[in-house]
């Protein structure tokens, strides 16, 4: 069983401040993925990640899947309110089902 | 577009009573999940189906829940009896094909009184 950790769990911070979550795990990934989820919605998947050391970026958002495609962290500059939610990490083995980690819970305060 | 569908919302029932949610996913996606969501936590998977056949449902209780997909597109998920445990978010997904992006529904938040 893959299991997936996240830190950290709760996360408040101002508007314009930085800030960077991390997703850990002892297996190797195939593949790994970044959601958000506001409440009562579904998770919306931000970006995949395949090959370890790479960095992707959407907007203000920086995505880098670790060297041993173990570990991933997103890091968002200057946070705006729009980026309140659930920050969920999900992986996958080869051919296999993705299984999301707990989750951090990010405030956005004005 | 339209995007995974679920019914009902929301729905409240006494302990020991059925219930049943149902997804109607994506149009031409061929893989259909279910998940439950406990609060604070990240979905976990109860089954999927790829087709009309489940082909990983390892971590779905069969003693109480059930699934089926029987015409390969819209699937019906069924607790028979509700425990007090068992109050949770139930998501829907589907994907074109495993490994592919996952689309998930709104979910289904149960309480079990």
């Known amino acids: 069983t893959q299991l997936l950790e996240q830190s950290p769990q709760f996360l408040s911070i101002q508007e314009g401040e930085n800030l960077t979550v991390y997703c850990n795990s002892s297996s190797v990934f195939s593949s790994l993925q970044w959601y958000r989820q506001e409440p009562g919605e579904g998770p919306v998947l931000l970006v995949t990640?395949?090959?370890?050391?790479e960095v992707k970026k959407l907007k203000r958002l920086t995505f880098q899947f670790g060297d041993a495609r173990k570990d991933s962290s997103l890091h968002i500059t200057a946070a705006q309110t729009g980026d309140t939610g659930l920050y969920l990490c999900a992986g996958a083995g080869y051919g296999q089902n993705f299984v999301f980690g707990p989750g951090t819970r990010l405030s956005v305060l004005p | 577009e339209a995007g995974v569908v679920q019914s009902p919302r929301y729905k409240i029932i006494e302990k020991k009573q059925p219930v049943a949610f149902w997804c109607n996913p994506i149009s031409g996606h061929n893989t259909l999940y279910w998940y439950l969501q406990n609060l604070g936590q990240g979905p976990e998977l109860l089954i999927r189906?790829?087709?009309?056949?489940?082909?990983?449902d390892s971590q779905l209780p069969k003693d109480r829940f059930s699934a089926e997909r029987l015409k390969g597109v819209d699937s019906t998920l069924k607790i028979q009896p509700a425990e007090l445990g068992d109050s949770a978010v139930y998501l829907c997904a589907s994907s074109s094909l495993l490994g592919d992006t996952q689309y998930f529904g709104p979910g289904t938040r149960l309480t079990v009184l």
């Open positions: 189906y790829e087709n009309e056949e489940a082909v990983d």
């Open positions: 990640v395949v090959t370890g050391g």
